[in-house]
């Protein structure tokens, strides 16, 4: 079954604490990103990555690092989180970026203390 | 830069009642079109997509047109059920190097027997 799978689905952390997000997909996707889902925004573009080892900034890129050293994986890294990071993180996917689809994973809940 | 606006939620019906939920946009050149959906405690669906102007995007009972001349996209559906109880986000993409989604805030429906 073609999909986006996150882990955690949730997490509560504290504050300075380091953590990272992961992202697999299956489908052989070239590009993949991560959004930030907050009330009233929408969601929000944080970073994207148009194959291995090519990352960029979204939208809202600060607190956050991402790499990519393998086409399937695509990890968010929050190395000193911080209150104003809890949010619903989504990891998304496509085979490349003219027009293709994009598959969103379940979203991950993540809440700092 | 480019924008989606949505109607605010939340919006309330009776099942078998006519929605509608509009969408404007505002973009550079020739954008896709997307409708996704959020069901509660799950992540995002495509519902459906138009890419390029007057197509129709359908889905699950779901209609939307592509309207460029008002710049609009408004989701519809002629007989709401209570299984459709979820939250609607229009999104655009430029495509482009970035294939990012621009998102509208979301209107959140719920659908009463």
């Known amino acids: 079954e073609a999909q986006v799978t996150q882990n955690p689905r949730y997490l509560i952390t504290v504050t300075g604490k380091k953590l990272t997000v992961t992202c697999s997909q299956n489908m052989n996707h070239e590009y993949m990103s991560w959004y930030r889902q907050d009330p009233g925004l929408g969601l929000r573009q944080i970073y994207y990555s148009m194959n291995v080892e090519v990352t960029d900034k979204g939208d809202v890129p600060e607190g956050y690092k991402v790499s990519r050293k393998e086409k399937r994986n695509f990890p968010l890294i929050l190395e000193s989180p911080s209150p104003n990071q809890t949010s619903l993180y989504f990891c998304?996917?496509?085979?490349?970026?003219?027009?293709?689809?994009?598959?969103f994973g379940e979203g991950s809940w993540l809440t700092v203390v | 830069g480019d924008s989606v606006t949505q109607m605010e939620g939340p919006v309330t019906l009776s099942e078998e009642a006519f929605l509608t939920i509009n969408c404007t946009y505002t973009a550079t050149g020739y954008p896709s079109l997307f409708w996704y959906v959020q069901y509660p405690g799950e992540g995002l669906q495509l519902l459906l997509k138009a890419t390029k102007a007057d197509d129709k995007g359908s889905n699950k009972g779901f209609e939307a047109t592509y309207r460029k001349e008002t710049t609009s996209f408004h989701l519809e559906k002629g007989s709401v059920q209570v299984s459709d109880s979820a939250v609607y986000f229009c999104a655009l993409t430029g495509g482009g190097a970035t294939n990012k989604l621009i998102f509208g805030t979301g209107t959140l429906l719920a659908v009463q027997p």
């Open positions: 998304a996917s496509s085979l490349t970026t003219s027009g293709n689809t994009i598959y």
